[in-house]
């Protein structure tokens, strides 16, 4: 059956996200992922409150990155958490955002080997070892806890380029890939499919999420407004290829980075268009959310992740997604 | 007046619109900063629980959306709630400590 996750962006009050986490759980979302930049709430003082608020919910970040949290110190606060929420705990692991690691001065160095090593070491110690690891970025000499770590914790590898979608499918328990729409998505499952199969796995075996920029509510112009700055962000930050696959007029992405960088945000978000909300988001009406759930389910997705903005009124939209879209896909 | 007098009243019917309203206000304040942090944690706490339906909820809603945003919590009150004695009571409780 697919599982359903919410994910957020401590930017607001920690009060706020934590109501909306109980909502989530009471309207039976699955995961609750946490976004890690330095510049919001930290994640796992958000992730610790929302464990405490919570029951059932599986939590976890999504995704947090090897450069600004050295792997022992990764390791130390998710079995943390998982002493909190035992058996509830998740670790999202991807190589990070480069424009928020460039402002905390710091090099995103080999990012495929970074979180290849930074799984490494932390599951090591989660399996309560003492660690002694020298690997190319990320080194560790006996490193171990001083208290018993509970259980093992799925990882979730953040992917979107191929080889980090392959490694994700090889060595993950879970893939998040960061796509909306059905070609992009179907593109990746193939390449994680390949580390699946590389390591002798089976696709059942690996829980594969769709992590999508989402907005729902009951009148299409409404969700539309709503993911508008998320998807002019996308579009700013895509690379070319990706841009090129959804037919997105390349002047238009250049007229939007160039906008946003100049905070000149009407003229970013009035290029934003139906073409590039089709391609960076899933947004609409229910029904609309529900048609291109199914096709991401078609191309071999377990999860799916509503991301930011949610829609136009989070609150609202939660009840909207559980009444009309989980109940859909679960009933 | 406290808030819980003020509330106590409210009838079943009507508690659920009341919580939707307030709530609705509270996450919509650009004010949150202004929230008490024994207050946050009493309605996370309650949320957790159970619908914040009942007299200790609401009156713990009602004081955060007054402190958060009080001209819209009375406006709210009156136009979109319908509840003039609530929204008379809130300013005069208002009045008095302004």
């Known amino acids: ?331 | 007046m406290t808030h819980h007098k003020m509330v106590r009243s409210i009838p079943k019917e009507n508690r659920e619109k009341l919580s939707d309203g307030l709530v609705d206000i509270i996450l919509k304040s650009k004010r949150g900063d202004k929230m008490p942090d024994r207050l946050a944690k009493n309605i996370l706490n309650r949320w957790s629980q159970g619908p914040l339906t009942d007299d200790d909820s609401l009156a713990a809603l009602l004081e955060a959306s007054v402190l958060l945003e009080p001209e819209k919590t009375v406006e709210s009150l009156k136009q979109k709630l319908q509840m003039v004695n609530l929204a008379k009571a809130v300013e005069q409780v208002s009045a008095k400590e302004g």
């Open chain 1, 1 to 331: 059956m697919l599982k359903f996750g919410i994910e957020f962006v401590p930017s607001e009050p920690y009060w706020k996200t934590l109501y909306y986490t109980i909502q989530a759980e009471k309207r039976g979302f699955d995961h609750l992922w946490i976004t890690d930049h330095f510049n919001n709430r930290n994640v796992y003082v958000t992730l610790t409150a929302a464990a405490t608020h919570t029951e059932k919910i599986k939590l976890g970040p999504g995704v947090t990155n090897p450069y600004l949290i050295n792997p022992v110190m990764t390791a130390q606060s998710i079995a943390s958490l998982n002493e909190i929420a035992p058996g509830r705990v998740v670790l999202g692991i991807g190589a990070g955002d480069k424009t928020t690691l460039e402002s905390a001065g710091v090099e995103m160095r080999r990012p495929l080997t970074a979180v290849r090593e930074t799984i490494e070491i932390v599951r090591g110690m989660i399996e309560g070892k003492s660690v002694t690891y020298e690997g190319k970025v990320f080194q560790a000499k006996g490193a171990r806890f001083l208290f018993k770590p509970q259980e093992s914790i799925p990882v979730y590898v953040g992917a979107q380029g191929p080889k980090m979608l392959k490694m994700a499918g090889n060595i993950g328990e879970g893939v998040l890939i960061n796509a909306c729409h059905p070609k992009d998505v179907g593109y990746a499952v193939e390449l994680a499919r390949k580390g699946v199969d590389e390591a002798g796995k089976n696709m059942a075996d690996v829980d594969i999420a769709a992590y999508t920029s989402f907005s729902v509510h009951k009148d299409l112009e409404k969700a539309n407004k709503a993911a508008v700055p998320v998807v002019a962000y996308i579009v700013a930050g895509s690379p070319s290829i990706i841009l090129q696959r959804h037919n997105v007029d390349l002047k238009k992405a250049e007229e939007i980075r160039e906008a946003l960088k100049a905070a000149q945000w009407g003229q970013a978000f009035g290029a934003v268009s139906s073409r590039m909300l089709e391609a960076f988001s899933v947004c609409g009406t229910p029904d609309m959310c529900v048609d291109r759930i199914n096709q991401l389910l078609k191309s071999g997705i377990s999860q799916f992740v509503v991301g930011s903005p949610i829609g136009p009124n989070v609150r609202k939209s939660i009840d909207l997604i559980s009444d009309k879209i989980i109940a859909h896909f679960k009933d």
